[in-house]
């Protein structure tokens, strides 16, 4: 929401009597708008057309009379002071008005208007105008620019209902003209009439109606207040007390028989009464306070939909009715006064600014969780919480422990609220952790397919996981199949992605018959590895079922014939075993071999 900064005072206004109006069809007929604006309880068809049968004024067109003005009102004002001016016209959210203002002393020169909107209110607002909307709304199409106005500048208004669809509408004029000159921003010189312009009060502040006149002989007081003027008994004063709202009218009686007859419509808005808000606490710097969230404290059993609320930080401010925090309001460390005022919507003039609440800024416990910890196979479970508690901290987790550190033995969700209490305030914090649980990587065995100078790698896992690989140092890949591998020792990398652990493994790249067939057909006579020639100092040794070595081979050999001693072995199966220097120097025993092989003939 927008903030008044400081030029908002909401002076003047009109507001809805129903069953009496005061309203001018006509431009030449304005109702005149003194320091206190008109009442007008609707609207109904138009005199004569003001604009000479032209299609447009400003930004005004045809409404649905096929003239420029379908149910219009007249109003015309003169400035007194030098400032910055605005008016917002309320109205029901379900129709629709439009408004166009003529910097003008003359109904036959009006000129094009210098302030105007034709927007139609699909967005159900219910008011426009000229400067800031007073609900906040900042996104509004209904409101235009402020006016800079001097003393002595003339000015008409028309309000145009679009429709035939009209319950009335108010006018509130604001801006920092009546802040600086509150009793004479608009010149009430224009207003002839013994009783003077129209009044806006409060409920609870009767208003003093001055007929007096130099040889009057004798008074008599009318009020109406819908059914036609009926005679105030008993009051034949110059002046009367007025504590109804009503059209008030005075016949004064002079010599030679003749009589003065004066009218003033006299309107009064609920009076605003601050109900007392309860001193809090906040935790400061951790989020924004709504300050709006304690409307309801201060309206007590007041509607808000006619009376608001604005907070502010000096009593001067709130009398004002200026520098409102904003409702998001970050507040500064320590303790702070808040003042707040209570107005009509009607007529902000009706207000209470005469309670405050203290709001104190307690520090928010420290916390700190991390938003995910690791719950890994095999290993001590994660510790959550603060290292150590703080004094005057009370802590509540979720899983319903009560000590400030915990160590989860199950995945899922924990939450930590933490409490500072400092007397009978509160500063309540909460994090969550998310526990996840994974296990620490583990190879089970490497597949390669065929006998390749390139080869496929496989890499399966000894248990379930959600792994990433990675091949000599490469980027790492969810896949756990390496492509266009060569024969020798490679260095591979396994990890869980969730960071339960890392393996780094040396593996052996190369490529044997699963069987051969020593029957000189020249066909797989011979048992052999590929790829030895890519490793150092490789030899391979060959055992029986047993575990007898029966054949020693290197990079040199030819392979094995299937004989021991120069006598054929018999069919079965055989293991072997590979051994090969790697780059530091150290004999390595090749791992995640299929070591068995088969001999058939």
Known sequence: MLSKKGLITGCLLVSFLGLFSQVSPDCGTAIPICNNTPVTGGVQGYGQDDFGGVARTGCLEGSLSGDI??????YRFRTAASGQLGFNIGFDAAEDWDFALYRASDCGDLGEPIRCNFFDNQDRETYM??????????????????????????YYLL??????????????????????NPDDALDCSIIDNLLGPPVAACEGSPVLLDASTTHALGYQWF???????????????????????????????????SQIISDVQVTFSPAAIAYPIADMGNCGGTSAFNLHDLDDQALGDQSPDEFRVSYHLSPSDAGQGINALPPEWLPSPGSLTVYYRVSSLQNP????????????????????????????????????????????????????????????????????????????????????????????????????????????????????GNFEYALNDGPYQSSPVFEGVPPGSHRLQMRDVWGCGTLTETITVVGYNTFFTPNGDGYQDLWQISGLEQLTDPVVYIFDRYGKMIKQLDDTSAGWDGTFNGRPLPATDYWFRLEYEDQDGQRINARYLRTHFSLKR
Do not use: K, M
């Open 69 to 74: 003005e379908s149910n219009s009102a007249w």
């Open 129 to 154: 105008g000229v400067g800031e909307d007073p609900t906040g709304n900042t996104e509004t199409f209904l409101y235009e620019p402020w006016l800079e106005v001097e003393p002595g500048q003339d």
């Open 159 to 180: 309000i145009n209902n679009f429709s035939n669809t009209n319950t009335g509408f108010s006018i509130q004029f604001s801006g920092e003209i009546f802040q600086t």
């Open 223 to 257: 009020l109406d207040t819908g059914s036609g003027y009926q005679t105030i008994p008993g009051i034949t004063t110059p002046t009367h007390l007025a504590a109804t709202s009503g059209f008030y009218r005075v016949v004064v009686a002079l010599p030679g028989g």
């Open 349 to 464: 003039n009706c207000y209470d600014a005469s309670r405050h609440f203290e709001l104190i800024e307690l520090p928010p416990p420290i916390l700190e969780l991390p938003p995910q910890a690791l719950l890994c196979e095999g290993g001590n479970p994660p510790l959550l919480g603060p290292l150590i508690p703080e004094e005057g901290v009370s802590y509540q987790w979720s899983s319903g422990e009560t000590s400030h550190r915990i160590s989860p033995a199950e995945p899922g969700s924990y939450t930590l609220t933490a409490t500072r209490t400092e007397g009978d305030l509160q500063c309540e914090i909460s994090q969550t952790v998310e526990v996840i649980a994974s296990v620490p990587p583990a190879i089970d065995q490497i597949r390669i397919a065929d006998l390749q100078t390139s080869n496929t790698v496989t890499v399966e896992p000894a248990v379930q």
